[in-house]
């Protein structure tokens, strides 16, 4: 574990810390991060705690929104949805609100629904589960394991597959079959959360299709006790399972089954005892009254609700114990052994808690983090997981007030790595193992310690924020310090980046570990895996590709020139899209095959380099549309035009060192795609010619569009798909050489300000940073650009100015600026600016940014 940054608050003198507030922390699939602080605001003679919630994004921590939660008591859970685009906050007089974004800015929320319980606080917090839950086989086979234990065969095959590789992401990562907390009609998973308060009561709130809340509530048990402890997970049949201690180790741990349903409107909730048990340390003598508390109870996932994690402290010290719930044979009596057993009938069976592993004496645990990553836990799977030395997913953390942090197995409780505290800036990863990682010098002085901790959904990082408010962020190795090859560490790197593109989940945390060495590999590698899925699986994933390249090919200013690229491919695919999409056939009862997808193969058959010539192919009628759109289009069919003629001028300058534009060359579906949209930009241009391209050009009777039509297919036919690829011929370049003297080539604002964060973690120093104060932390990126040049609307496709007036947004992955409110009046540009109002072009969230920034 090495620390990454430190982001801490400025200055405060009329503020101080509390230190027996405790605080929580979540960290959402889109990589926010939502905490609480402990700070006491002394203003205007408020000595209380001001019970705040931070959201901020991992990439630009030091834009962090704090909202006034209006919480009257310390808030005492966090719960992001599947989503991550809700935020759910508990205190500890029953209040529970609810989170969204405001206009879709992860810097600005606002409160949409609430609930309360007066006067009850509440111990635990769950949404209900959506019955979407995905497997990660680290073997890559995606058949189950066999119920014998495999042969040592089986293993080397496994490994051999992880080890070759896997071509069918299916198999990488399966659909679990998982039923939904609560279903609508047609089997729609109903949204809603479940709460546990500190008197035994769980209350549902689910929220009804036209946003009505509906609320119900429901002890435990009939004999309701008082509940300290309490944690949620899921059942595959959509059970909810529900457990609870009072906070003494000499209390059972109790277990409870709630199901939900909604009959005749009315919300109901039905509640079973489960087996319960007590922890292993209260039954050894040497400690049955060490550990007099009960400090942390977790189930080790919330799918999962056969493994639950304990732990029991004092004063000065911990014990980590963890459980597991098995089905056991139910002995009978002697008489009825000798029975003769009937056709079909089974042993009788009991489920019963068994202890699976328990720690030694530790120090006193101040908190808890478990993986979110969905491995599977079985023998194989963590043999294979072992001999890989594929890590993430398979630890716990474990933070201590002497302010370091252990991972542990989290079945077998062992050592697998240790954070000294920021002391030592950060302190290196020890191998499983090794005493010298658990041995070190006590201090009897309070010290920096964590009081909150979160991994990131890869388990790649690790969020925690200690006793004085600063929040600190942790890379977490894949192989936990274990020296690896180079191609291993590609392997675990490329899956994982493979499993957020299927997910959907963002992958800020995996590019923490890409050292800019390994961007070409990663990149060419994960062209190769995306080839070789079938068709269907590669358009859903088209431009999260490409999103996923431009990202790590920012990390390295070698590879800068492709991150440009790849930012210009998702303009060209969204524009081309909305173009398409404009077309209708004329008559409506035509064939299988739109007009966007006829114009596409009669380009690809058609060779001519006359464009002219390629129209008359196509029926012009369905390409008639109003005036309006088309003008207001005109931004977009700009772009496109000086696009390929900045391509087509820059041709000749592509040599050894790569500049924009060179991946271009020899992408022959690009090159068509470009082609198609300038067919379509001529014949929209015979209908009104003020939306065609505006080039300055030298001589009056210079037909443009013909003249970059005929250089593009000559480029198109030398890179087609179909056909070997082929170097440009010298008459081509020759042309290409001559285009400046015959239309002025324009500058293209290729790729936004890189200022985020991630591109200054390369360095093994952490980065000390302040919530508030922007850092200046935008690099070079090789387009040329100056601090006096033109701002531009990257979606747009518009300048905005030296110094922009107007409120911007930006995109916190890829850095894409757009203005924030629409200046346009046309409903096709609207349509268009309407795609791009949740996400960026890349999928990223948005940013409100002041104009100064833009």
């Not at 959201?55 to 209006?70: A, F, K």
């Not at 600005?108 to 309360?116: D, E, F, G, I, P």
């Not at 590999?521 to 431009?543: F, P």
């Amino acid at each position: 574990m090495e620390l990454a940054y430190v982001c801490d608050w400025e200055r405060r003198p009329k503020s101080t810390h509390c230190p027996s507030v405790p605080l929580v922390c979540s960290w959402s699939c889109r990589n926010l991060v939502a905490f609480t602080t402990d700070l006491k605001n002394d203003d205007c003679g408020d000595p209380d705690v001001s019970h705040m919630i931070h959201i901020m994004d991992t990439e630009h921590p030091w834009d962090v929104y704090s909202i006034s939660s209006g919480h009257a008591e310390v808030i005492s859970c966090l719960e992001w949805d599947q989503s991550g685009s809700r935020l759910l906050s508990a205190d500890g007089d029953g209040h529970i609100k609810c989170w969204s974004m405001s206009e879709h800015l992860v810097n600005s929320w606002k409160n949409v629904l609430s609930s309360s319980l007066e006067g009850d606080p509440i111990v635990a917090l769950s949404w209900l589960h959506n019955g979407v839950k995905l497997a990660l086989h680290v073997e890559m086979v995606s058949a189950p394991s066999p119920p014998s234990p495999p042969s040592s065969s089986e293993i080397k095959r496994r490994l051999f597959d992880f080890q070759s590789g896997s071509t069918n992401f299916g198999e990488k990562f399966s659909r679990v079959k998982f039923s939904p907390s609560l279903t609508l009609f047609g089997g729609k998973p109903m949204e809603g959360w479940l709460a546990v308060t500190v008197s035994g009561l769980v209350t549902v709130s689910l929220l009804k299709p036209g946003g009505a809340l509906l609320t119900a509530g429901e002890s435990l048990c009939r004999l309701r006790g008082r509940v300290a402890l309490a944690d949620i997970a899921f059942t595959g049949g959509g059970n909810i399972v529900v457990a609870a201690t009072d906070g003494s180790s000499s209390s059972p741990v109790q277990f409870y089954k709630v199901v939900v349903s909604v009959v005749s409107e009315k919300c109901r909730i039905d509640t079973e005892l489960l087996p319960s048990l007590f922890l292993r340390c209260t039954t050894d003598p040497m400690r049955r009254d060490k550990y007099p508390a009960v400090t942390h109870l977790k189930f080790l996932t919330r799918e999962n609700s056969e493994q639950v994690l304990l732990c029991a402290s004092n004063q000065s010290g911990s014990i980590v114990e963890c459980w597991s719930l098995r089905k056991e044979g139910l002995p009978v009596n002697n008489i009825f052994q000798h029975r003769s057993p009937v056709v079909g009938e089974k042993q009788p069976t009991i489920l019963k808690w068994r202890i699976l592993t328990t720690t030694n004496d530790l120090e006193r645990v101040s908190a808890v983090a478990l993986p979110k990553l969905p491995i599977s836990i079985s023998n194989t799977d963590l043999k294979v997981a072992s001999d890989t030395k594929f890590c993430p997913g398979l630890g716990l953390a474990l933070a201590f007030h002497d302010g370091t942090i252990q991972i542990l197995h989290r079945l077998s409780l062992h050592t697998m790595g240790v954070f000294y505290g920021s002391a030592s800036s950060a302190g290196p990863s020890q191998r499983p193992g090794e005493e010298s990682a658990i041995k070190r010098q006590r201090t009897g002085a309070p010290g920096l310690h964590f009081k909150t901790l979160q991994f990131s959904w890869t388990s790649l990082a690790l969020a925690g924020v200690d006793n004085h408010g600063k929040l600190h962020m942790l890379r977490v190795s894949p192989s936990m310090g274990q020296v690896l090859e180079m191609n291993t560490t590609l392997r675990h790197l490329l899956f994982l980046l493979e499993y957020c593109m299927v997910t959907g989940y963002d992958w800020w945390d995996v590019l923490l570990h890409v050292q800019p060495g390994m961007v070409h590999n990663l990149v060419d590698r994960l062209h190769e895996e995306y080839m070789r899925q079938n068709q269907a699986l590669q358009q859903v994933l088209a431009t999260r590709i490409v999103a996923v390249k431009a990202s790590l090919c920012k990390l390295s200013t070698a590879t800068a020139a492709r991150a440009c690229d790849f930012h210009a491919k998702l303009l060209l695919i969204a524009i081309s899209s909305t173009l398409k999409s404009l077309l209708r056939p004329h008559v409506l009862n035509t064939p299988d095959k739109s007009p966007g997808d006829r114009l596409s193969e009669i380009c690809a058959k058609n060779m001519d380099s006359d464009i002219d010539k390629v129209m008359i192919n196509l029926k012009t009628e369905e390409f008639v549309l109003d005036g309006p759109p088309l003008q207001s289009l005109q931004q977009l069919i700009q772009w496109v035009g000086d696009f390929v003629l900045y391509l087509l001028a820059n041709l000749p300058n592509q040599g050894s060192v790569v500049r924009p534009g060179f991946g271009f060359m020899r992408d022959g579906a690009s090159l068509g795609m470009l082609r198609e949209m300038l067919v379509m930009i001529r014949i929209w241009g015979l209908l009104k010619p003020g939306c065609l391209p505006t080039f300055t050009a030298t001589s009056d009777s210079q037909d443009s569009l013909q003249l970059l039509f005929r250089l593009l297919t000559k480029l198109w036919l030398c890179s087609r798909d179909d056909a070997p690829p082929q170097d440009p011929d010298e008459s081509l370049i020759d042309e290409c050489c001559l285009l400046p003297s015959q239309l002025l080539v324009p500058g293209m604002d290729w790729l936004p300000v890189n200022d985020g964060v991630i591109v200054k973690l390369q360095g093994k120093q952490p980065i000390r940073l302040h919530f508030g104060k922007s850092a200046a932390l935008a690099t070079p990126d090789g387009t040329g650009r100056t601090a006096g040049c033109q701002r531009t609307d990257n979606l747009r496709c518009v300048h905005m100015g030296v110094c922009p007036t107007e409120d911007s947004k930006a995109c916190t992955r890829c850095g894409c600026v757009t203005m924030l409110r629409s200046p346009n009046k046309s409903n096709a540009m609207k349509q268009w600016e309407q795609r791009w109002i949740k996400n960026c072009l890349c999928g990223g969230l948005w940013r409100r940014i002041p104009p100064t920034l833009a």
